[in-house]
Nanobody, 115 residues
């Protein structure tokens, strides 16, 4: 069984920074694709960033140049460094692990960007 636990959300002013972290249990972390998704109020969940086991990354156009996803396979963690935050980045951020047809989600952490 895989468990994902996110941390690092909170309230930040526009232009500020936050770093989200996700700790994964289980031995499949190293071969998985890890991602961060977010869900804003009244909107569908969307992919923010993803990173493969080999370190290849993919970002939503709205966060390119501002967010950076990284992973530490030795520690089973994935992080999302968010800089230049905007009010439209507000939402619940979810950590996701994918291997083939298997999918696991964290409980989510709230990020609020507001003055």
């Amino acid at each position: 069984q895989v468990q994902l636990v996110e941390s690092g959300g909170g309230l930040v002013q526009p232009g500020g920074s936050l770093k989200l972290s996700c700790a994964a249990s289980g031995s499949i972390f190293m071969i998985s694709v890890m991602g961060w998704y977010r869900q804003a109020p009244g909107k569908q969940r969307e992919l923010v960033a993803a990173i493969t086991s080999g370190g290849n990354t993919n970002y939503a156009d709205s966060v390119k140049g501002r967010f950076t996803i990284s992973r530490d396979n030795a520690k089973n963690t994935v992080s999302l460094q968010m800089n230049g935050l905007k009010p439209e980045d507000t939402g619940v951020y979810y950590c996701n692990l994918k291997i083939s047809a298997f999918d696991a989600w964290g409980q989510g952490t709230l990020v609020t960007v507001s003055s």
